[in-house]
Structure formats: structure tokens, C-alpha cells
Nanobody, 123 residues
């Protein structure tokens, strides 16, 4: 059982930046692809970004490409999402997920999920 705990959410003005983190425990972190998803108000969960186990591969949703950067530190069992040029439509609960399979944007492929951290972007 892998436990994922997000942190770093908060309130930020449009155009600002924020970084959220996800700390993993209970498994071998380096074995997992890691992803970030988000749930915007009144909408279903959507893919944001993902990063491979150790080869540095990343994928991004078109809506965040060029603004968000996903990274990981396997020594710290932590994955990060740096969010720049934030927009009100980025307001969501940001959720971390882990996947033992191939690097993918598919929500269905991920095996473990965190509880999420709230990010609110004001206009």
C-alpha cells in the first residue's frame, strides 16, 4: 500500500506562482510513474502532468504546457508541481497519483491516489 500526501496548496493571485508537493510512503517510490491530476469545481478529475520513474520523461495537458513543470526527487520520495502564470481556471483540488505501468495521462491507469490539496487562483 502506497500512501500519498499532498501539501503546498493555497490562495494565489492570477499571474502568480505556486508549488505543490506529494510525499510518498509505504512503497518503492522509484518504481512508480507519478502524476498530477486536478478536480475543478463542478467538474470531473482531469490529467495535468506526469513524470517517469527515472528517465526524466514528462507529459503535460495542453492547458498547462509551458506554465507548469513536474519534477521528482527520488531520494526524498517526493514529486512536485511548479505552477507559474496561474489563471483562475486553474483553481482546483490538485491530486497526486502513482502508477506501476507505463507513463500515461490516463486516469484509469493509476493505482494509488492522494487526498488532494486545494489551489485557489483569484482574479
Amino acid at each position: 500500500q502506497v500512501q500519498l500526501v499532498e501539501s503546498g496548496g493555497g490562495l494565489v493571485r492570477a499571474g502568480g506562482s505556486l508549488s505543490v508537493s506529494c510525499a510518498a510512503s509505504g512503497g518503492t517510490f522509484s518504481s512508480y510513474n507519478m502524476g498530477w491530476f486536478r478536480q475543478r469545481p463542478g467538474k470531473e478529475r482531469e490529467f495535468v502532468a506526469a513524470i517517469g520513474r527515472n528517465d526524466g520523461r514528462t507529459i503535460y495537458a495542453d492547458s498547462v504546457k509551458g506554465r507548469f513543470t513536474i519534477s521528482r526527487d527520488n531520494a526524498k520520495n517526493t514529486v512536485y508541481l511548479q505552477m507559474n502564470s496561474l489563471k483562475p481556471e486553474d483553481t482546483a483540488v490538485y491530486v497526486c497519483a502513482a502508477d506501476l505501468g507505463r507513463l500515461t495521462s490516463s486516469i484509469r491507469a493509476y493505482d494509488y491516489w492522494g487526498q488532494g490539496t486545494q489551489v485557489t487562483v483569484s482574479s
